[in-house]
């Protein structure tokens, strides 16, 4: 049997529930709170800025497209929440993990750690841009072909940095692991090292990265190469 109850705990015991109910009410009413201003915010041209943001002309995968967003949002978020391109993933969102990997001017960069505010004039291409309509690029072929993923949320930022190694190569750019600054290393004679070294920045908590190192070797014509990766060497105007 319960103690009886005085008076005292009576109305602690209904404020609590008071309390409780406001709390309920609260979270009902925020769906509707929420659509009301989702609805509002998606009348809104997505050129006129609203308080607080500023309107930018982002080039991704060769379209412009023009945004009203606050100058402290990051790229990331930027193509992932307002664009619809989920290609590139959020791993870390601190700089650490590559998920997030896309090209900017042809260079690799953490798209969680580049505001999208200034990448206005830039050419942004993503995972998503790197295909020519239903034919893959040759480093994404490579990927399927030598098993460089397993649960695939890593490989979008693995294949940028890839596509990104594989014009750093072509430009003379070296790495931590160059030993010779007189005689860089080709794409047909890059070593092992220097492809894990170029790739570190990428984590895969799958540990695929025999098959990226393999996938990376065949687009370079280090391994027997693939109708993809002869495409691409000749595309780049390198003999094997
Ligand atoms: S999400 Fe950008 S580096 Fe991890
Ligand atoms: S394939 Fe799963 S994280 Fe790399």
Redesign the pocket.
């Known amino acids: 049997m319960h103690p009886p109850e005085n008076g005292k705990n009576h109305r602690a015991r209904r404020n609590f529930l008071g309390q409780a109910l406001t709390a309920a009410g609260a979270a009902i009413a925020a769906p509707s709170l929420l659509s009301q201003a989702t609805s509002a915010q998606s009348e809104k041209p997505a050129s006129i800025p609203g308080q607080g943001e500023i309107s930018v002309t982002l080039s991704i995968n060769d379209k412009q497209e023009t945004l009203a967003i606050e100058p402290r949002v990051t790229l990331?978020d930027t193509l992932r929440e307002r664009l619809g391109l989920t290609g590139s993933?959020?791993?870390?969102?601190?700089?650490?993990?590559?998920?997030?990997t896309v090209l900017v001017d042809g260079q690799r960069v953490?798209?969680?750690?580049a505001l999208a505010v200034m990448q206005e004039g830039k050419q942004i291409v993503t995972v998503e841009g790197l295909a020519k309509g239903d034919v893959l690029h040759p480093v994404q072929a490579a990927f399927i072909e030598n098993d460089g993923f397993q649960c695939g949320y890593c490989t979008p930022g693995q294949i940028c940095a890839s596509v990104a190694l594989v014009d750093e190569v072509k430009r003379g750019c070296a790495s931590a692991v160059t030993e010779d600054f007189d005689n860089l290393p080709q794409l047909t004679n890059l070593s092992e090292a220097e492809i894990k070294e170029r790739l570190s920045g990428n984590l895969c908590r799958c540990s695929a990265y025999n098959g990226i190192v393999a996938a990376v070797q065949q687009v370079t014509g280090q391994a027997p190469p693939s109708p993809a990766a002869a495409m691409f060497m000749q595309e780049a105007g390198v003999s094997a």
């Open positions: 990331l993933k959020k791993g870390c969102d601190h700089g650490q993990c590559g998920a997030c953490y798209s969680c750690l």
